[in-house]
């Protein structure tokens, strides 16, 4: 069973998205009660244990029906783009077609120059004419992130974006998102409590009882990702994994 979740804007001027309430799958409770702020211009890391329900709340964020029952409410204020888990792409159309996809539907003429930047920039210029069945995981996962980039709305919802990516495409995904999505609200579902560490200017654990909000390494510099390698990044994924293993 899904509900659709009620929609609006979310009261306070500063508060892109709001989402509090319960969750069940048939019966049984999947997650809840939880009151999750995405703070305009900021970008919130969603970490938690598979199946608690983060794509879930993603979902409901983007106001699409999801496979379980929720009561509360779901409020956003601007338009959103979703990049979801799965690629998502079309099998006949080629890497710049799929990016340009979302302009193609809604009747909108897409720039194929801003494209062709962005499909470069995820370094698959060389695959630009290539159909998705000529592509590894990796390069799929990334043509979906250029999609995302491409749709340039204020609002963005990535679950888990980067979990096909080797760990030095994945630094340099990270670090072309935080650039690119400078001033832009995201929500970022990870796995990965050290990709959480460079991006979150709040992390947040999902858990079967709620929302817990966990520290951040200190400021991030603006359209920046966190060094990996500082000290203090380096601190807060440490204690994000023994909050995960506890
Ligand atoms: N369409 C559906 N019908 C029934 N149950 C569903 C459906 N979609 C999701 N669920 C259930 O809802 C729960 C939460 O799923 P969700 O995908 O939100 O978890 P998740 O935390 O994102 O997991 P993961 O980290 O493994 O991606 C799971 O137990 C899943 O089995």
């Known amino acids: 069973m899904s509900t659709a979740a009620p929609s609006g804007a979310p ?117 630009a004419d290539h159909r998705p069945d000529r592509l590894s995981g990796g390069q799929r996962q990334r ?18 974006p980067f979990s096909a990516l080797d760990a030095r495409t994945r630094a340099g995904m990270q670090s072309l998102s935080a650039r690119l999505l400078e001033g832009r609200t995201v929500l970022l579902v990870t796995h990965d409590p050290a990709e959480a560490a460079r991006l979150g200017d709040r992390i947040v654990l999902l858990t079967e009882t709620g929302l817990e909000d966990q520290p951040i390494p200190g400021p991030r510099a603006p359209g920046q990702a966190r060094p990996f390698d500082a000290p203090e990044v380096m601190a807060a994924e440490a204690a994000l994994l023994r909050r995960m293993l506890a």
């Open 143 to 160: 043509v979906a992130l250029a999609r995302t980039l491409f749709e340039d709305r204020p609002l963005v919802l990535l679950d888990e």
């Open 11 to 127: 009261s306070h001027p500063q508060l892109a998205a709001h989402l509090a309430g319960r969750a069940w799958v048939g019966d049984a409770p999947l997650f809840g009660p939880i009151d999750l702020d995405l703070r305009a211009g900021e970008w919130t890391c969603l970490l938690g244990p598979s199946g608690v329900g983060k794509s879930t709340v993603l979902r409901l964020i983007a106001g699409l029906e999801t496979g379980v029952r929720f009561e509360g409410i779901a409020e956003r204020q601007t338009p959103v783009a979703l990049m979801a888990q799965d690629p998502g792409l079309i099998g006949w159309l080629d890497v710049i077609g799929n990016v340009m996809l979302g302009a193609r539907l809604r009747g909108e003429r897409p720039d194929r120059a801003r494209a062709e930047a962005l499909v470069a920039a995820v370094g698959l210029a060389e695959r």
